[in-house]
C-alpha cells in the first residue's frame, strides 16, 4: 500500500506538520510504505499558505504516480490533495480553518473562506480532527469528522537530558504569533516573580529540555484545536496554565490536571502563575494527575490500532 503525506511543513516544535511526521515515523516503524511530499513556498507570512498551495498544486499535476491514500494535513494541503490521483483522500485539520482565519486576516479574506471552507472539506473522503471541540464545531455545518487524538510517543523523550527543575523559570512553547497569545503573556512578564523563557524558533529536542526544567508551561492562546506541548508537558512533569479556548478543557481539568484561566485576561492569568510557582503541592498534584491522562489515553500503544483502522491496514 502506498500513502502520500501532504503538509505544509514537518519540522519544529509543534503544530500538526511535526505530527504529521511523526504519524509518518511511527507507520513506517510498522512496515509500511509513506512518502512525505516536499513542497516549496514563499517564506513571508502571508503568502506562505498561498504560494504551497499554488507550487504543490503545479507539482501534484506533474505527478503521474497512482497511491492508494493521499493524506493531507491541514486546509491549504486539500488543494494539492485535489489533483492526486488516489483511491481514499483523508484531511485532518487541527482547529476551526474559518476561525483562525478570522482572527488572523481582514474581514473580507474571512468571509471568503468561511464561503469556500465546505466544499474544500467536502473534496475528502474522509476527515479527521484531533479535538472533540472541533468535531462539535464541524457537526453544526453537517460535517462528519472522525475524532483522532494525537498521541505521544515517550520514545522519542529518550534524547532529552534531564535536569532539575528551575524554580524561577517558566516557559512559553510556540509560534511567535497573535492568535497563540504571546503577546499577553509579554504584558505581564515583568511581574512574574520568575524569568519567562520563549520557545519559538527552537529544535524540538533543545524546546523539550527548556520545557523539562522549567516550573510552568503557559499556554495563552486565543483559540487552539489541542496543543500537542500541552501532552508533551504532561510527559515531563511540567504544570500547565492556560486559557480555556478550543480543546484546552480536553486535556486539562481545572485544578486536576493544571490550570485553566480566561482568554484574553492578563491579570488572572499572572495571579494564578504566581501563585502556583509558590505551591509545590499543587505542582506535584497536578503533574502527578496529568501523566496518567497521557499514558492512558495519549501513548501510542492505546492510538496506533485507530490509525491503522483508518488506513485500513494491519500489522
Known amino acids: 500500500m502506498n500513502i502520500l503525506f501532504i503538509s505544509p511543513t514537518y519540522s519544529g516544535a509543534g503544530g500538526i506538520g511535526p505530527h504529521a511526521f511523526r504519524v509518518a515515523e511511527k507507520l513506517r516503524e510498522n512496515g509500511f510504505n509513506v512518502e512525505l511530499m516536499d513542497v516549496p513556498h514563499i517564506p513571508i507570512k502571508n503568502m506562505k499558505n498561498l504560494s504551497f498551495s499554488l507550487f504543490g498544486t503545479l507539482k501534484a499535476l506533474s505527478n503521474k504516480k497512482h497511491y492508494d491514500i493521499v493524506h493531507a494535513w491541514n486546509i491549504p494541503s486539500a488543494f494539492i490533495m ?6 481514499t483522500k483523508i484531511l485532518s485539520v487541527h482547529g476551526v480553518y474559518s476561525e483562525q482565519i478570522g482572527l488572523l486576516h481582514s474581514k473580507v479574506t474571512s468571509s471568503i473562506v468561511n464561503a469556500k471552507e465546505k466544499q474544500v472539506l467536502s473534496w475528502a473522503d474522509i476527515l479527521t480532527t484531533d479535538s472533540k471541540t472541533v468535531q462539535k464545531e464541524y457537526a453544526k455545518m453537517n460535517l462528519n469528522f472522525k475524532y483522532l487524538p494525537a498521541p505521544l510517543d515517550p ?4 534524547q532529552i537530558q534531564i535536569k532539575p527543575k528551575n524554580k ?8 511567535d504569533s497573535y492568535e497563540k497569545g504571546i503577546d499577553i503573556l ?5 511581574k ?6 520563549y520557545c519559538t524558533n527552537l529544535d524540538w529536542a533543545d524546546a523539550m529540555e527548556i520545557l523539562q526544567e522549567s516550573q510552568i508551561l503557559i499556554v495563552p492562546s486565543r483559540i487552539e484545536s489541542i496543543p500537542q506541548v500541552i501532552k508533551e508537558a504532561f510527559f515531563l512533569k511540567t504544570p500547565v496554565i492556560a486559557t480555556d479556548v478550543g480543546g484546552n478543557s480536553e486535556l486539562i481539568k481545572n485544578r486536576e490536571t493544571g490550570i485553566l484561566v ?5 491579570d488572572t492569568l499572572l495571579s494564578e502563575i504566581n501563585n502556583l510557582l509558590e505551591n509545590e503541592n499543587f505542582q506535584e498534584k497536578y503533574s502527578k494527575n496529568a501523566l496518567e491522562i497521557i499514558n492512558n489515553d495519549f501513548s501510542w500503544d492505546a492510538l496506533l490500532p485507530k490509525y491503522l ?3 485500513n491496514l494491519k500489522l
Open 82 to 87: 485535489k489533483k492526486i490521483n488516489a483511491k
Open 155 to 158: 520514545k522519542k523523550f529518550s
Open 168 to 175: 524561577k523559570q517558566v516557559v512559553y512553547v510556540g509560534r
Open 186 to 190: 509579554k504584558k505581564i512578564e515583568s
Open 192 to 197: 512574574i516573580k520568575a524569568s519567562v523563557k
Open 262 to 266: 480566561p482568554s484574553e485576561d492578563p
Open 309 to 311: 483502522d483508518l488506513y
